[in-house]
């Protein structure tokens, strides 16, 4: 995957997005590959105890892989403005926006951050309230790219909706992940790059199985 893309990873409730993304941290973070995980649908113990029910070891890359919990309300992230007040002053943005990116980005001076996982894209905008979505959307994107970082944004994917939507178009890559009915009664995980910029992918559908602490794609057989 091309450095420093805003990468989207879509699909419906259940279809491993977060197992996916946590798994591109974990890996990474094993060779020293710093990552953060911005969690704002679950609690990081959640989260946590999620991952190691499916056989990662979340503790061996603690170093690497810190996880930003954002994901106790909004009561609580409020309370974190208030908190740090301070670092938004003077900006134009709303504060919690404000804090968020000072939040990430202090990170990133302190550990020099390689890889960002922020779970979920949705949940972002709902704690933000975008009021203009475009432009704010656009002026996310904006500033992750500036970041440098390789970004995952995971994004539920609210059922009819399909494209057209502000994050595809300025999303450098989009992966969708689904559930596809192989017979009346079994299902696989499908996983589709419908996009990379500046990459000859290809944009089939492949299986996507979990194995033991990692995930395998292979060719789909229909
Ligand atoms: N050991 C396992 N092996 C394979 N799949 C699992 C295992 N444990 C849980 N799952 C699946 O993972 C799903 C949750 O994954 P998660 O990453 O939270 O999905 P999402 O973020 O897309 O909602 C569960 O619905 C379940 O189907
Ligand atoms: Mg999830």
């Avoid at 279809?15 to 995980?37: D, F, P, R």
């Avoid at 679950?42 to 979340?58: I, N, R, T, Y």
């Avoid at 301070?86 to 943005?93: C, D, I, K, M, P």
């Amino acid at each position: 995957m091309p450095t420093g893309q805003v990468v989207l990873i879509r699909g419906a409730s259940g279809t491993m997005k977060s197992s996916l993304a946590y798994s591109i941290l974990y890996h990474n973070g094993q060779k020293g590959v710093k990552g953060l995980y911005v969690t704002l649908e679950q609690e990081a113990a959640s989260l946590l105890h999620q991952m190691a029910a499916l056989g990662f070891k979340p503790a061996s890359v603690s170093d690497s892989v810190p996880i930003l919990d954002l994901g106790k309300g909004r009561v609580h992230l409020e309370k974190l403005a208030e908190k740090v007040r301070g670092l938004a002053q003077g900006r134009s943005e709303r504060p919690l926006t404000a804090i968020l990116r000072a939040k990430i980005q202090q990170l990133k001076k302190q550990f020099g951050l390689d890889l960002l996982v922020i779970d979920s894209w949705n949940a972002l905008e709902l704690v933000l309230e975008f009021q203009d979505r475009r432009g704010e959307t656009f002026e996310f994107f904006e500033w992750l790219r500036a970041l440098g970082t390789t970004t995952f944004l995971i994004a539920e994917l609210p059922a009819g909706a399909e494209d057209g939507l502000e994050e595809e178009f300025l999303s450098d890559a989009i992966f969708r992940v689904r559930l596809e009915p192989v017979t009346d009664t079994a299902f696989q995980r499908r996983l589709q790059c419908s996009k990379m910029r500046s990459a000859n992918h290809s944009s089939d559908f492949f299986t996507l199985v979990f194995e033991g602490d990692h995930f395998e794609v292979a060719k789909a057989i229909s």
